[in-house]
């Protein structure tokens, strides 16, 4: 998905040095911000990566959520060609469908329960239509950061459909890394964890994690507590490094459903602007400049039947990136 802002920030993504809190902090928890995709009947995303207080989650930079959406109202998603820089996009699904073409020639579907894993390290460029037997769009966008030794990674697709598993009060599903004995076969650059939960009734679930990790839980349904926190719909709870178990719980009546992400934190410092990431702010002009100038850095986009075939590129503002970075590896004021 692309970052339609008209306006984009500039951000750069960094960790401070780990204040020591550990596994005995708080769950710090992240609200999400509404961000209109364009246009007056343009779906509206809700995003929680990155923000002022936390930019990252391991090697996850960007987070959006999105949906139940009626797409008789709005539309649904129609993004035209647009340019990808070191990073992987994860598209995941739990409702509706998504027509995926990108510059390698890629041509399929996003469904719910599939992962799309596309890699845009030097350069890529694609599209993402929701198919005309689509009623209701729900799902989640989210982006992986590059490290240095892998900024400019070829082009690639990854398509990966994971099985369904029971454990004890959950049913999950791993699209990333290893979990409850199941482990994705997608390749990534960095140690990363993603999996889709959803919590039985009144259930409590314990899952063992690696230390290493930081962790988020984005919660999609009303009734999610993490480590005995209470996540809103749409928000996200972090914690930090040091924790073997992660203890999650449903106190709704009905399944509640989660995205967990984790990864080891990423000691590197992230440029991001709209759809580019890189490490100085010369990266991004560079990107925007080949971008605009139709350069073969990102290829062509063939298919895609919506009147712009090029999205334009927002002008970058006048001005050098300013640092923003975690306040700590764990919670803000612990």
Avoid: K
Avoid at 126 to 145: D, I, N, R
Avoid at 170 to 175: C, D, P, S
Avoid at 209 to 237: K, N, Q
Avoid at 267 to 289: K, L, Q, S, T, Y
Wanted: charged share 20%; with cysteine; net charge negative.
């Amino acid at each position: 998905m692309s970052n339609v802002e008209t306006d984009p920030q500039e951000t750069v993504c960094t960790d401070a040095p780990d204040d020591g809190a550990g596994a005995a902090a708080a769950v710090e928890v992240l609200e999400p911000r509404d961000v209109p995709l364009g246009g007056p009947r343009a779906m509206t995303v809700r995003r929680t990566l990155p923000q002022r207080q936390r930019s990252m989650i391991g090697a996850w930079c960007f987070a959006d959520h999105y949906g139940p959406d009626d797409v008789s109202a709005t539309g649904g998603m129609d993004v035209p060609p647009h340019p990808h820089t070191g990073l992987q996009t994860v598209s995941w699904l739990f409702t509706g469908e998504v027509e995926h073409r990108d510059s390698l020639g890629t041509h399929c579907l996003v469904r719910p329960g599939e992962l799309n894993l596309m890699t845009g390290g030097f350069g890529i460029a694609h599209s993402e239509v929701s198919t005309p037997g689509t009623t209701t769009l729900h799902g989640a966008q989210l982006w992986v950061a590059l490290p240095q030794a892998h900024l400019d990674a070829p082009r690639q697709f990854q398509h990966h459909v994971p099985e369904a598993v029971r454990v004890e009060g959950a049913t999950l599903r791993v699209f990333l890394g290893t979990l409850a004995g199941q482990a994705s076969p997608v390749e990534t650059f960095t140690p990363l964890l993603g999996a889709e939960l959803v919590l039985d009734p009144g259930a409590t679930v314990t899952l063992d994690v690696d230390p290493g990790f930081e962790h988020g839980i984005l919660a999609d349904s009303p009734g999610v507590a993490v480590e005995g926190t209470p996540v809103a719909r749409a928000a996200l709870a972090f914690l930090p490094t040091g924790r073997s178990a992660l203890r999650l719980a449903n106190d709704g009546d009905e399944p509640a459903r989660a995205l967990l992400l984790g990864g080891l934190p990423f000691e590197e410092e992230v440029v991001m602007w709209w759809n580019f990431v890189g490490r100085r702010h010369e990266d991004i002009v560079a990107a925007r400049e080949a971008w605009m100038a139709h350069s073969e850095r990102f290829g062509e986009v063939e298919g895609y039947e919506g009147p712009v075939q090029h999205l334009p590129a927002p002008v970058i503002p006048g001005v050098r990136i300013r640092p923003r970075s975690n306040a700590s590896r764990g919670p803000r004021g612990s």
